[in-house]
């Protein structure tokens, strides 16, 4: 199968990058922005997406995990935070 699916030959890099990579912390946009206060100047990775609406979605990490949040309104960043704009942000399914 062609698409890099899970599970198929070109799928099998990918699921242990996942695996090496470790999990993704699912949070709400409050308990987000309460992590970013407690780095000094944390970094954050954005993207929108236009489906049914704009939503923006937002990743960080804080000794050693990877936080996920994602709104309908954009969230008020730090002013200290180094802001990388991505096209598209890709993680696993819950």
């Avoid at 308990?31 to 206060?37: D, G, K, S």
């Avoid at 944390?42 to 936080?67: A, D, Q």
């Amino acid at each position: 199968m062609i698409g890099g699916v899970p599970g198929t030959a070109t799928g099998a890099p990918v699921a242990s990058a996942l695996k090496a990579m470790g999990g993704v912390v699912y949070l709400g946009p409050d308990e987000f922005m309460r992590i970013l206060e407690k780095e000094k100047e944390p970094i954050v990775v954005t993207s929108e997406s236009r489906l049914f609406g704009i939503t923006y979605h937002y990743l960080t990490s804080r000794r050693g995990f990877i936080f996920y949040t994602r709104s309908k309104q954009p969230l008020h960043l730090p002013g200290e935070a180094e802001i990388i704009k991505a096209k598209t942000i890709w993680i696993p399914q819950r």
